[in-house]
């Protein structure tokens, strides 16, 4: 059964750090760019990042530019979001998917139902003193 799995997040100080993984079972991530989103409560779901098929590509959004970077480890069919200087806006369930083709696009973003495919369950991250 294809299935992702995030992990790696918690609560973190303000100016903190966490690394969140995303691990595939049951299919490879090599083929698929892969997006990360986040939601927080009462807010629509956003894109966060994405990394296009083979590492061509990096997309990330205008709020976590410079902070955050996305990286992707084929060979343990994984892709992490290394996730710097945190700022209490940044609280939200972060999710990972497989984009519908190889390369993130301009429109990576866009998070409707012919755009991702495969969502994990989502991990929670919380920024606070």
């Known amino acids: 059964q294809a299935q992702l799995v995030e992990s790696g997040g918690g609560l973190v100080q303000p100016g903190g750090s966490l690394r969140l993984s995303c691990a595939a079972s049951?299919?490879?991530?090599?083929?698929?760019?892969i997006g990360w989103f986040r939601q927080a409560p009462g807010k629509e779901r956003e894109g966060v990042s994405c990394?296009?098929?083979?590492?061509?590509?990096?997309y990330y959004s205008a709020s976590v530019q410079d902070r955050f970077t996305i990286s992707r480890d084929d060979a343990k069919n994984t892709v992490y979001l290394q996730m710097n200087s945190l700022k209490p806006e940044d609280a939200a369930v972060y999710y990972c998917a497989t984009r519908t083709s190889r390369q993130c696009g301009t429109k990576w973003y866009e998070d409707g139902r012919f755009d991702y495919t495969y969502w994990g369950q989502g991990t929670q991250v919380t920024v606070s003193s």
């Open positions: 990394i296009s098929n083979g590492d061509a590509s990096r």
């Open positions: 049951g299919f490879s991530l090599d083929y698929y760019a």
